[in-house]
C-alpha cells in the first residue's frame, strides 16, 4: 500500500512539473524588454540658388504636420552632391525650428539616389515597443519551482515604452555632457536644507 501511495505521489508531480516547463525563468528580471526601432521618413524638395520658393516652403510644412513632428525624432539634410544653396538650408532650419528642434547635421543613409538641384529632408523617428506582450498563451497554473510567468515584466516595460519622450533614451540615455550639474541639483539642495519646523 505504501509503495503504491508513493507511486501516485511522484505521478502527481511529474505531471505538474511537465506543466510548468514551458517557463524556465527563475529570476526577477524581466525577458520582455523594450525593443526600439527606427523609421526613416524622406521629402525631395527643389531647392534653387535663391532658396527655397513659397511653394516648397509650403510643402516641407504640411509634410512635417502630417508627420506631427515632436520631440524625439531627429530632422537632417541629405545633400550628398553639395549643390544646395545657403539659403534653402537656412529655409529648412526655421520651419524646423518652429517645431522647437534643430537640424542634425548628419544624416542617415536612404534610399535612392539623390538628383542634382533637389534636397533631400530627413525625419528619423524612433519607436519603442514590447514584442510578445501580452502572452496569454499559456493559462496561469502552481508553480512550485519558483518560476516567472509568460507575462512576468509585460505591465512595466510597456507602460515604459509608452511614456518614453524620445524612445532612444532607452538605448544610451541622455548626454549630460556640457552641464552645470550643480545647477540642476540646486532646487534639491534648497528642499533639504529647509529649515523645517523653525528649528
Same mark, same amino acid.
Given at each position: 500500500m505504501r509503495i503504491v501511495s508513493m507511486a501516485i505521489i511522484t505521478g502527481v508531480s511529474l505531471s505538474l512539473a511537465a506543466c510548468g516547463s514551458t517557463t524556465a525563468n527563475r529570476s526577477v528580471y524581466s525577458e520582455r524588454q523594450p525593443v526600439v526601432s527606427k !523609421?526613416?521618413?524622406?521629402?525631395?524638395? =527643389? !531647392?534653387? !540658388?535663391?532658396?527655397? =520658393?513659397?511653394a516648397e516652403q509650403n510643402r516641407l510644412s504640411g509634410w512635417l504636420d502630417a508627420l506631427e513632428l515632436g520631440y524625439g525624432d531627429r530632422v537632417s539634410i541629405d545633400d550628398p552632391g553639395y549643390t544646395t544653396s545657403p539659403a534653402a538650408k537656412e529655409a529648412v532650419e526655421n520651419i524646423v525650428a518652429d517645431y522647437g528642434l534643430l537640424v542634425s547635421d548628419q544624416a542617415p543613409v536612404t534610399e535612392g539616389y539623390v538628383p542634382a538641384g533637389l534636397m533631400?529632408?530627413?525625419?528619423?523617428? !524612433?519607436t519603442a515597443s514590447v514584442p510578445g506582450c501580452p502572452d496569454y498563451s499559456h493559462r496561469s497554473h502552481t508553480d512550485f519551482q519558483v518560476r516567472t510567468s509568460e507575462n512576468y515584466g509585460c505591465g512595466t516595460n510597456s507602460t515604459l515604452s509608452a511614456m518614453m519622450a524620445n524612445p532612444e533614451d532607452l538605448v544610451r540615455g541622455e548626454n549630460a555632457e556640457g552641464e552645470d550639474q550643480s545647477r540642476a541639483s540646486k532646487a534639491i539642495r534648497a528642499y533639504r536644507d529647509k529649515n523645517v519646523g523653525g528649528q
Open positions: !523609421a526613416n521618413f524622406v521629402l525631395d524638395l =527643389s !531647392a534653387g !540658388a535663391g532658396g527655397l =520658393s513659397k533631400r529632408v530627413v525625419v528619423t523617428r !524612433a
